[in-house]
């Protein structure tokens, strides 16, 4: 059974950056997104990638700012958020999709079929 594990998260004044970590555990292969859910919202696309790595999506509220990337050896995918805005403010969940096609990126919750846990980011202004 595959396991998500975020973490990196973290309390930091605007402006500032906070670089997340997602690990899976078992197996490999997974197309990966980064989603995040503020208090009384409705969970968001944040930023995905391609199984292969080649292709990336971004929210328009978080591009330029955010980059994520993945290293397969390792079976982790990182979000790099700079200049963080405090309406960044959110708990951020990383989410897979075993055997995706090598190339498409996901941007909807409704495609991916595991979660981790959530990892806290507030950003104070």
């Known amino acids: 059974q595959v396991q998500l594990v975020e973490s990196g998260g973290g309390l930091v004044q605007a402006g500032g950056s906070l670089r997340l970590s997602c690990a899976a555990s078992?197996?490999?292969?997974?197309?990966m997104g980064w989603f995040r859910q503020a208090p009384g919202k409705e969970r968001e696309f944040v930023a995905a990638?391609?199984?292969?790595?080649?292709?990336?999506s971004y929210a328009d509220s978080v591009k330029g700012r955010f980059t994520m990337s993945r290293d397969n050896a390792k079976n982790t995918v990182y979000l790099q958020m700079n200049s963080l805005k405090p309406e960044d403010t959110a708990v951020y969940h990383c989410?897979?999709?075993?055997?995706?096609?090598?190339?498409?990126?996901?941007?909807?919750?409704?495609?991916?079929?595991?979660w981790g846990q959530g990892t806290q980011v507030t950003v104070s202004s």
């Open positions: 078992g197996r490999t292969s997974y197309a």
């Open positions: 990638i391609a199984r292969s790595g080649l292709s990336t």
């Open positions: 989410a897979a999709r075993f055997l995706a096609p090598a190339l498409v990126v996901l941007t909807s919750p409704r495609d991916y079929d595991r």
